[in-house]
T-cell receptor
Framework: GQQVMQIPQYQHVQEGEDFTTYCNSS?????IQWYKQRPGGHPVFLIQ?????EVKKQKRLTFQFGEAKKNSSLHITATQTTDVGTYFC??????????FGKGTRLSVIA | DTEVTQTPKHLVMGMTNKKSLKCEQH?????MYWYKQKAKKPPELMFV???????INESVPSRFSPECPNSSLLNLHLHALQPEDSALYLC?????????????FGDGTRLSIL
């Protein structure tokens, strides 16, 4: 089955520092989705990437899809305490259910 | 505010009890999902309903029984659960079953099995 690796598992940053999480797949992907789950909350859809090399921005968040469509990253510039939570990538490689990465838990120290 | 509503928010039950989890969405979505999430783990897919028909069962034990009475409702019937079934149970919906569709999650039901 499809393998997905998401790193790092945890990241602790000072408020104002940048943060990046990476997601790698063993197979070529149709698309990748990113979700955020706040502590005690539920996953919330952030974005979907479809095209090779695609880059999308949402305010301080930048999402990239690799040229080979096997990896992706989420970068947050100048983190804030509101960014705290677990960020999951979710992979889709065709007509199969989404496979969630293990997530990266972000802590922001004020 | 979530557009997928789950009840109850918390549930404590014994191993011999029968209970049901409920999920409702009014977004006109035709695919609905049940996930199980253990602490500090990603959501694990249990069931997928597409146009009110069960399309995917990820080898879930029969003590979990899903039901989709109509396009807006999804139930999960629980019977003779085990302590290891304690988890957050998340319902989600998407416009269709195509797995390129964003999924909208409910707040979940936190289930504890005594």
């Amino acid at each position: 089955g499809q393998q997905v690796m998401q790193i790092p598992q945890y990241q602790h940053v000072q408020e104002g520092e940048d943060f990046t999480t990476y997601c790698n797949s063993s197979t070529t992907l149709s698309n990748i989705q990113w979700y955020k789950q706040r502590p005690g909350g539920h996953p919330v859809f952030l974005i979907q990437l479809v095209k090779s090399g695609e880059v999308k921005k949402q305010k301080r968040l930048t999402f990239q899809f690799g040229e080979a469509k096997k990896n992706s990253s989420l970068h947050i510039t100048a983190t804030q305490t509101t960014d705290v939570g677990t960020y999951f990538c979710a992979l889709n490689s065709g007509n199969t259910p989404l496979v969630f990465g293990k997530g990266t838990r972000l802590s922001v120290i004020a | 505010d979530t557009e997928v509503t789950q009840t109850p928010k918390h549930l404590v039950m014994g191993m011999t009890n029968k209970k049901s989890l409920k999920c409702e969405q009014h977004m006109g979505h035709r695919a609905m999902y049940w996930y199980k999430q253990k602490a500090k783990k990603p959501p694990e897919l249990m069931f997928v309903y597409s146009y009110e028909k069960l399309s995917i069962n990820e080898s879930v034990p029969s003590r979990f029984s899903p039901e989709c009475p109509n396009s807006s409702l999804l139930n999960l019937h629980l019977h003779a659960l085990q302590p290891e079934d304690s988890a957050l149970y998340l319902c989600a919906s998407s416009r269709s079953q195509g797995f390129d569709q964003p999924q909208h999650f409910g707040d979940g039901t936190r289930l504890s099995i005594l």
